[in-house]
């Protein structure tokens, strides 16, 4: 086959304006060139289309079929759904979540309210637009503060936390400052553990991996920050699988499936939660395109732990979307788990 990959690499855009993890969730050129090497050496034509008019250009010019999208785009809440749109209009099959999915996935908030109508637990919240919003709400600190529209723990710091108005009102104005036009989310803080959960498959979803990340020092208040995950060799633990019991990881793994169907999630996408002290799992966000760095992404991290490695990961998620949409090759080795 010839597969097209689409990305936005991280070293194309300087930061000068804005935070300094303005463009986090985009990809390093190490983690492009490992997908490309692996669906090269599964015995595909490997192009290479990357985002925005070098994609348009190239997916008009090559005759791709199919497309790894990884792009996570540029510009308001439907970033993510940009490539894919384009190629729905194509009628080139991709990989990963189609548009709309991705695009209800990107709004933190709006994916919590559809998550809470099938009885997945997930955080009390509400969205701040303004800094005065924050007086009428009527949850109970601690609260946690993160933008509403981003990943990658982007605008996600030690301090986002807050244990009083004043501590809230402060986080709320710097992300309205710093990420805004774009509201704040503000939710009820979880105590416990976290969980990252790996998902993959189309019509039969199937868990990959429950695995728990711990810093080494925080204990049950532990953070996911930017921080963290910038120096995660330092201060991150991965255990995988996670140390809960059967019964928790049973109740965890049946929620993540069941927002993955919900949400209309394809091939591969990973779950966040927080395992609260009854063992009850809160649902913090969906990852429908989880980072494949082959070194430091939860995703692969989670393969690796599980028994499997990085080439079997690519490798299962090309089988499963060419499967989906039904193409015909002669190269296809169909990894099931
Ligand atoms: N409600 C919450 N309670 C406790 N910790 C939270 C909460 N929301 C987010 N976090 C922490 O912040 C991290 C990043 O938040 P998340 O919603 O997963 O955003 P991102 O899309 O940036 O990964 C989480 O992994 C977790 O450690
Ligand atoms: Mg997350």
């Known amino acids: ?35 490309a090497k692996e669906l090269g050496e599964m015995g595909h034509e490997v192009i290479k289309l990357g985002w925005g008019k070098e994609f348009l250009q190239g997916i008009l010019s090559e005759k791709c079929d199919l497309v790894f999208n990884i792009a996570e785009g540029m510009g308001g809440r439907s970033r993510e759904a940009q490539v894919p749109a384009v190629l729905e209009m194509l ?17 933190k908030g709006l994916t919590k309210r559809m998550v809470s109508t099938i009885g997945v ?86 868990v990959l991996g429950i695995m728990e990340i711990k810093g080494k020092s925080q204990g049950d208040e532990f953070v996911y920050s930017l921080e963290m995950k910038r120096n995660w060799m330092e201060e991150v633990e991965y255990v995988c699988p996670a140390g809960l019991d059967d019964f928790t990881s049973e109740r965890v ?17 990973r779950f966040d939660f927080r395992i609260d002290s009854m063992g009850q799992p809160h649902f913090l966000e969906v990852n429908p395109l989880a980072g494949l760095s082959p070194v430091y992404s939860d995703l692969t991290i989670m393969a690796i732990k599980s028994g499997y490695d990085y080439p079997w990961l690519i490798r299962t998620i090309v089988d499963l979307a060419v499967e989906r949409n039904g193409i015909k090759t002669g190269s296809v080795n169909f990894a099931s788990a």
């Open 253 to 269: 793994a049946r929620d993540a499936l069941k927002v993955f169907k919900l949400l209309g999630c394809r091939d591969a996408a």
């Open 91 to 107: 009628g080139i099959p991709y990989t990963f979540s189609d548009a709309q999915t991705l695009s209800i996935c990107m709004d």
């Open 1 to 35: 086959m010839k597969i097209g990959i689409t990305y936005n690499l991280r070293h194309e855009i300087s930061a000068d304006k804005g935070p300094t993890d303005l463009y986090e969730e985009f990809d390093c050129e190490e983690t492009i060139q490992a997908i």
């Open 121 to 206: 637990k997930t955080p009390k919240f509400f969205v701040a637009t303004t800094v005065s919003d924050v007086r009428r709400h009527r949850l109970g600190f601690p609260l946690f503060v993160k933008p509403a529209l981003e990943g990658s723990s982007k605008g996600i710091r030690l301090h986002s936390k807050v244990n009083n108005r004043t501590e809230l009102e402060r986080q709320v104005a710097w992300l309205l400052k710093e990420y805004g036009p774009q509201p704040v989310l503000v939710e009820e803080f979880i105590r416990g553990r976290e969980v990252t959960v790996g998902v993959l498959g189309n019509e039969k979803p199937f």
